[in-house]
């Protein structure tokens, strides 16, 4: 995708909007496929409100909301052979698009497993409202500001972590039922 | 069957044995619940629809378990499904049967290994008559199975 | 005058077992008497940790997986990761391939469609439609079953090629089912299009406007039934779509509103004819060559991230594969319209009559397997 004089536009009007400080945390990543936008947690909302709000850019549809566990936890071992992780960071993958003006806008929000809070987009777009619930029931990322954030997928009472974390272990039993093969 | 060829043409009188006639009773008209769990149920649907006519063997889907005499676990069983698959069984009235179609509920299916939510075999929560294997089953074999059922009932004794 | 008469709040139960949910789904429906204040969709009973397996698998591992999600679209499921796998690891397909990808991600929309017009028609209360449909469509599954040995799930489009050779005689059964299929949906036009108790129980009925569809994320026939033009095939296109000709078909409110159930159900059979248009095209042009030349032996995906869309028989269909350079990936996030769409189930039910609840939801046309994955 060669939209990188259009991301490039996106971010000077972050710089404009936000000031130099702040925008400067806004930054452009570039992966061999996409080039996408990693904006901290906190100024999700903000960037949000923009790219949705403001015509030119007119991101009206939520394409996809992906939860994703960094897997950068560090591993120490203990003495009796076990290990133990510390830190780590799970992320946000928004995929934007709008639909009059054609275009695609890919946004990243990387937070801490050990505070994993960001603003919910839901207000915004309808669409993010099962997706952010599933983020929430696959790997445990708290948007905050969400109208019912509770787990959708596994049953209501699931107590034994979030299934898609790398780290995740699996219960022998759930509710009297063998849950290995 | 060959209790109707006997002693019908005098005096519309059969004679057989109360298990026999009940077991062809039974094993007749077997009603089903009419309920999907996963792609098996696709071929479920299919077998009851017009080219397989499950019809002709006497099996007709019922909205509601407790008109029903077999259910057919037509697909993977989920830890968030189990306990409503428990129930759904515990409403049918006896004698009742269990199909187990697929091998999702034969045994976990593709899912046995890495699916977390995923209950390995259906027998785990309920008694199972009739295996059918297949990922999904063809729906001939799905008419196997309830053939195998059938003599599963045939060969049944109730009455002592 | 009905708003002069509230009574207490009920709470009804409607599924996981229920012969109108299309699966295993479960609706907590708040009613006051007959009207229906809020429907709260709990799914998730059918959750087979799709997302989970794609981590521990290899590429090619993964497409019998991808079959299981839609199993009403399974060859178009394979269409868009194997194309997904593809642009990643710079694979590049011959023609032939090409080719029959299209003919077969078109029958599979037919069929595809054929179920969500048979069952819609049974929702409410048409039984014959439902037979007529499954009878067509069980031409086309021996159709797949003839290339591929399968009849539900395929596992046949695989990323570089197909896994078998064509079968001799695909082409010629094909025309031959296609001469065979044209006139029947003229009788399922007949038959329920223009029935008119049909048009009584569905026009006019959950009604869902641009904007709205839009904001929810919808995508598909059912963004095309509000009268928005959008299809993947032509805004997006992939793989040879920009070599033929058809149209898309859009919602224009022929029996009542546009963005009705009538004009959701309608849309699909006029991308039934749009389908057929297209595989007369591609079926006499099939080059020759080798199907298997471009499987590579193992995959290997360079490092970095893609999101990949074909337009699914029930809408956007996008895979979101994360790489490491691994032999397998490090995360697979599929887009689901389905799931997409039953967000929207609340939003057209409420004020309606309990009976419409399965007209809306048979309209949305959803697959359960899709939307838990």
């Known amino acids: 995708m060669a939209d990188t004089e259009f991301i490039k536009s996106v971010t000077d009007r972050f710089t404009l909007l936000l000031g130099e400080e702040k925008a400067s945390q806004i930054v452009i990543t570039e992966s ?147 849950v290995p093969y | 069957m060959g209790y109707l060829d006997k002693e019908f043409t005098d005096s519309n009188i059969i004679v057989t044995n109360l298990d026999a006639l009940l077991n062809w009773a039974r094993l007749s008209s077997l009603w089903q619940v009419g309920f999907g769990l996963a792609c098996c149920a696709i071929e479920m649907m299919a077998t009851s629809a017009s080219h397989y006519d499950f019809d002709r ?27 409503r698959v428990k129930r759904l069984y515990e409403q049918i009235p006896d004698p009742k049967y269990v199909i187990s179609m697929g091998s999702c509920a034969n045994c976990g299916g593709p899912y046995w290994d890495h699916g977390y939510h995923v209950l390995k075999g259906v027998d785990r929560v309920i008694p199972v008559d009739v295996y059918i294997p297949g990922c999904p089953p063809r729906p001939e ?20 | ?136 469509r069980e031409k086309i599954l021996s159709l797949f079953e003839l290339v591929s040995g399968a009849r539900l799930l395929y596992n046949y489009i695989w990323p570089g090629g197909l896994s078998k050779e064509i079968h001799p005689d695909f082409v010629r059964l094909t025309k031959e089912f296609l001469v065979y299929f044209k006139p029947k949906l003229t009788e399922l036009n007949r038959l329920l299009t223009g029935n008119k108790i049909f048009i009584d129980r569905t026009a006019n009925l959950g009604v869902l406007d641009i904007e709205k569809a839009i904001n929810y994320g919808v995508t598909g026939p059912n963004l095309r039934a509000s009268g928005y033009k959008w299809d993947l095939r032509r805004d997006d296109p992939y793989s040879i ?84 350079g691994a032999n397998n990936p490090f995360r697979v996030k599929v887009r689901p319209p389905s799931f997409i769409h039953l967000m929207l189930l609340d939003e057209l039910c409420r004020g309606n009559l309990v009976a419409d609840i399965v007209a809306i939801l048979g309209s949305i046309d959803i697959v359960l397997g899709e939307v838990d994955r």
């Open chain 2, 57 to 83: 063997f006497g099996v007709i889907p019922r909205p509601s378990p407790r008109q029903s005499d077999i259910i057919i676990i037509s697909g993977t069983v989920t830890l968030k499904m189990a306990s």
């Open chain 1, 32 to 178: 061999p496929f996409e080039t996408f936008l990693t904006v901290p947690a906190e100024l999700i909302s903000v960037v949000m409100t923009e790219l949705y709000d403001n015509p030119a850019l007119g991101f009206d549809s939520l394409v996809l909301l992906t939860g994703n566990d960094e897997d950068d936890a560090v591993k120490t071992k203990n003495d009796d052979g076990s290990e133990t992780l510390t830190g780590g960071n799970l992320s946000v993958v928004y995929h934007l698009e709008s639909l009059p003006n054609r275009k695609k806008i890919i946004i990243k929000t990387i937070v801490p497993k050990a505070n994993p809070e960001v603003p919910s987009v839901t207000p915004l777009w309808v669409s993010a409202d099962w997706q952010e619930r599933e983020a929430y029931d696959m790997y445990g990322i708290i948007f905050t500001g969400h109208p019912n954030l509770i787990r959708i997928l596994m049953p209501y009472d699931w107590e034994f972590g979030f299934p898609l974390r790398k780290d995740y272990q699996n219960p022998e039993f759930y509710q009297g039922i063998k």
């Open chain 2, 141 to 160: 074999a799905l008419l196997e199975g309830l053939l195998k059922l059938q003599e599963k009932i045939r060969n049944e004794s109730r009455v002592g």
């Open chain 3, 1 to 136: 005058m009905i708003k002069e008469f509230v009574s207490e709040e009920m709470v009804i139960n409607m599924g996981p077992q229920h012969p109108s949910t299309h699966g295993v789904l479960r609706l907590e429906v708040k009613l006051d008497g007959e009207i229906v204040k809020e429907v709260i969709p709990h799914i998730g009973y059918l959750h087979r940790c799709f997302e989970k397996h794609t981590e521990a698998l290899t590429y090619p591992q993964i497409v019998p997986y991808v079959d299981r999600m839609d199993y009403l679209a399974a060859m178009y499921n394979e269409f868009g990761f194997a194309l997904a796998v593809e642009r990643m690891a710079g694979i590049e397909v011959p023609p032939r391939v090409e080719y029959m990808r299209v003919i077969l991600g078109e029958l599979q929309r037919i069929a595809s469609h054929l179920v969500a017009v048979g069952t819609y028609g049974l929702d409410v209360g048409a039984f014959t439609p439902f037979l007529f449909c499954f009878r067509d």
């Open chain 3, 241 to 324: 779509y920009d070599k033929f000709d058809f149209e898309i078909p859009v919602g224009d409110g022929a029996m009542g509103t546009t963005g009705d159930c009538w004009d959701r159900y309608y849309i699909r059979v006029r991308e039934m004819e749009e389908s057929i248009k297209i595989i007369e095209q591609a079926i006499d042009n099939i080059p020759d060559g080798d199907v298997k030349s471009a499987i590579p032996k193992r995959i290997k995906v360079p490092a970095g991230q893609l999101y990949t869309r074909v337009e699914n028989p029930r809408g956007e269909l996008g895979y979101f594969i994360i790489s490491k």
